[in-house]
Every structure is written in structure tokens, then in C-alpha cells.
């Protein structure tokens, strides 16, 4: 299948994603520019983190206006997979594509660690069951990683199994002690209602090797090349 990372100014992590996908998955990976309206032959987005237009205003609230982002929009609206890591989770809630937003950790630093992540609900698309996966650890690498959103929101998530990923302690354990950024109810990662949406924190391209100190970030990626026949995906229609 074919994976499409957009590249916006200060994203960084571009290099990372596509060397994840192409090389340890093997499939195909291209890069796709902010100002690129075509991208009928992607299967699958990828929204890498950085800091797009360096975070002026906050994380994520540029790229919003970007030339790309109604197209963005238009791609996960239609049912295609989008996967947005660190700032791409970032510009997803400010896309409006899924819900709440992140602040500033609450310690106030940034964090650049492992974690532990405990798989709440498994999805279709990135977290799929007959893996046999109860837990992940996947580093994180922010400061503006908290989750929140309010309460009825929040309740909704957990009602409709909308958090995949909650931070825990290496025994699975969902507690403060394992929680390194003050996300309301150690939530990690989350997918919009019909669950081609995922939005994390934590960064799955750079646990796909083990030289890097891990491969369960191949687990994310490895359910959505299982989930997905892009036969059957729709494309966006209109280009300009």
C-alpha cells in the first residue's frame, strides 16, 4: 500500500515515518508536501510530528490554514486512514478532526522517554486483536502532550471506545506514577468516531527496529497494512 507523509515548515520527523514504512514495513512511502493537493495514489496519511511553522500560537494552529488542509479533512471524512504522531495528533485536533486538544505537560519540560502503553480498546485500523498485544512501549518526545478535553467529551471517548492508548506502568498498571505529561486519564492515543482517525503522542516510527531499542511501534503499522484493502478506499475528488 501506499503511505503519504505530509511535510509541513519545522516538521522533523518526516524522515523517520517514511524509513519506518518503507524499510522496516515494506511498503511504499512518499512524502507530500503542505502545498501538494493531489495525492490520489495515498493510501494512507501520515501526519509526522515536529513543530509545524514553528508552534507559533500554539501547536498545530497554523497548519490548520495550510493549502493542504481541507484536503486532509476531505481524505479522513471519506473513511481513509489517517495516523497523525505528536504535532500531527496536535493538527488533527485543530482540524477538528478529533476531538479535545494538548497543552503543555504538566511538569512544565519536555519529556523525551520510553512509555509504557496499555491497549484499552482494540480498533480495526491500528490496533488490531489478533496480534495478541496487551501493551506497547513507544517513546515520547514533546511538550505540549497533555490531553484534554472536557468532561462529556471525555465520557463520551470512553463510551464509545474511542481511546486506544492509555499511558501505564511496566506491569499495566494505569496510574499517576506512569502518566509523564498530565493527560486527563493517562490517554496516549484516541480515533475519531468511526476509528480511521488515530491521534498519539507517543512515537511508533521510532520503535520499528531493534537497534533502536524496540519494535513494538511495528505493531501500529502492521494493523493498518493488515486493516486495509486500498481497493476499496476512496480517494478525494477535486484537485486545484
Known amino acids: 500500500m501506499n503511505f503519504g507523509i505530509v511535510v509541513y515548515p519545522g516538521t522533523w520527523s518526516d524522515s523517520d515515518c517514511l ?3 518503507s524499510d522496516q514495513m515494506g ?4 512524502y507530500v508536501w503542505h502545498k501538494n493537493r493531489n495525492f490520489n495514489n495515498i493510501d494512507c496519511l ?23 488542509a481541507d484536503k486532509i479533512i476531505e481524505f479522513g471524512n471519506l473513511g481513509n ?3 497523525g504522531i505528536c504535532n500531527g495528533f496536535q493538527i488533527l485536533c485543530e482540524l477538528d ?7 503543555k505537560n504538566d511538569v512544565m519540560e519536555f ?17 488490531r486483536s489478533e496480534f495478541q498485544k496487551s501493551s506497547l512501549q513507544i517513546p515520547i518526545s514533546h511538550g505540549s502532550g497533555r490531553y484534554y478535553a472536557d468532561k462529556k467529551t471525555i465520557n463520551e471517548l470512553e463510551k464509545n471506545q474511542q481511546i486506544i492508548f492509555k499511558y501505564c506502568s511496566s506491569m499495566g498498571e494505569v496510574n ?7 493527560s486527563i486519564n493517562n490517554i496516549a492515543g484516541i480515533v475519531n468516531s468511526t476509528g480511521n482517525i488515530l491521534g498519539m503522542m507517543p ?10 531499542g524496540g519494535e513494538d511501534g511495528k505493531y501500529i503499522f502492521s494493523s493498518i497494512i493488515k486493516s486495509i484493502d486500498p481497493s476499496k478506499l476512496l480517494k478525494t475528488s477535486t484537485y486545484h
Open 203 to 212: 512515537h511508533p516510527e521510532r520503535c520499528c527496529d531493534s537497534i533502536l
Open 27 to 30: 511498503q511504499n512511502a512518499s
Open 97 to 103: 478532526l478529533l476531538p479535545g486538544t494538548l497543552l
Open 81 to 83: 486512514p489517517i495516523i
Open 176 to 182: 499517576s506514577k506512569s502518566n509523564p505529561n498530565g
Open 46 to 68: 501520515i501526519l509526522p510530528g515536529g513543530f509545524s511553522y514553528g508552534d507559533y500560537l500554539r501547536p498545530g494552529a497554523i497548519a490548520r490554514f495550510s493549502n493542504i
Open 111 to 127: 519529556r523525551c522517554q520510553w512509555t509504557n502503553l496499555k491497549i484499552v480498546n482494540h480498533n480495526q485500523f491500528f490496533a
Open 19 to 21: 524509513i519506518a514504512v
